[in-house]
């Protein structure tokens, strides 16, 4: 096979946005699984 500079350049874009995304996802999922604690602590003290 064949790659040329373009192939090789977008694989690795491909890699580093893939990677970028799992990252977020990742902070937001032990965010939230930190977060409903919080706001159901408030929640409790105003009701």
Do not use: K, W
């Not at 040329?4 to 694989?11: K, M, Q, R, S, V």
């Not at 970028?20 to 706001?39: E, K």
């Amino acid at each position: 096979m064949c790659f040329d500079a373009l192939t090789i350049g977008g694989l690795l874009v491909a890699v580093v946005s893939g990677g970028f995304l799992v990252g977020v996802v990742s902070h937001n999922d032990r965010s939230a699984s930190q977060a409903p604690d919080a706001r159901h602590g408030e929640r409790s003290e105003g009701a």
